[in-house]
């Protein structure tokens, strides 16, 4: 399996447009999650999908911030409009809920976001 | 979910035992013991988890102490590769919380690996 696949890997855009981030979980997977990482707040958990329903958004810092997963294989996290402390890295991971009950988190690369 | 600490960095000498402690004395009777690490630039990384037994698999050993307030993963030959910042993480199985609780991975042990 490729892991868990994100794009862009990098993105730099200007403050107020529009900012699409894209996961691919691993195949089979039912849980996918998004992380944003900053050295001041270390990686929170943004939102979080089971069965590609969003479970808990109670992480997503305000609403020009929301999150779709459309289906078993795709999500997004979508910023509209972005501001310069958007800046960081996010990271979109995925688990399987398998018969030993381990629900360990894959990763995927990162998205690195800079908002000018 | 319950809080843990660790000691902001070590560092270790290549091809020794690497020892990197982790408390969490509030923890609750069904919330594993989890660790990850994330080297530069990558997406943190699973290790190990453990519920009250000591546990070991290809890349370390997990030590959780029999009252479970604490625990030490055991990187038994470190080498260079192995230079990364190492979370401890508690949660019950299945269970994630973003804000609120704020499930975040804390500041970690950032592990420096010499020759």
């Known amino acids: 399996d490729a892991g868990v696949i994100q794009s862009p890997r990098h993105e730099v855009t200007e403050m107020g447009q529009e900012v699409t981030l894209r996961c691919k979980p691993i195949?089979?997977?039912?849980?996918l999650f998004w992380y944003r990482q900053t050295m001041m707040r270390g990686l929170e958990l943004l939102i979080y999908f089971n069965n590609n329903v969003p479970i808990d958004d109670s992480g997503m810092p305000e609403d020009r911030f929301s999150a779709k997963m459309p289906n078993a294989s795709f999500s997004t996290l979508k910023i509209q409009p972005s501001e310069p402390r958007d800046s960081a890295v996010y990271f979109c991971?995925?688990?399987?809920?398998?018969?030993?009950?381990?629900?360990?988190?894959?990763f995927g690369p990162g998205t690195r976001l800079t908002v000018l | 979910d319950a809080k843990t600490t660790q000691p902001p960095s070590m560092d270790c000498a290549e091809g020794r035992a690497a020892n990197l402690p982790c408390n969490h004395s509030t923890i609750s009777g069904n919330e594993y013991v989890y660790w990850y690490r994330q080297i530069h630039s990558q997406g943190p990384q699973y290790i190990i988890h453990g519920l009250k037994n000591n546990e070991t698999n290809e890349m370390a050993s997990l030590i959780i102490t029999e009252d479970r307030k604490s625990s030490t993963l055991i990187l038994p030959h470190a080498t260079l590769r192995d230079t990364a910042v190492y979370y401890c993480?508690?949660?019950?199985?299945?269970?994630?919380?973003?804000?609120?609780?704020?499930?975040?991975f804390g500041g970690g042990t950032r592990v420096l690996v010499k020759p």
């Open positions: 993480i508690v949660r019950v199985h299945g269970v994630f919380k973003a804000a609120g609780n704020k499930l975040t």
């Open positions: 991971a995925s688990s399987l809920k398998g018969a030993l009950f381990t629900d360990t988190q894959y």
């Open positions: 195949s089979g997977h039912d849980y």
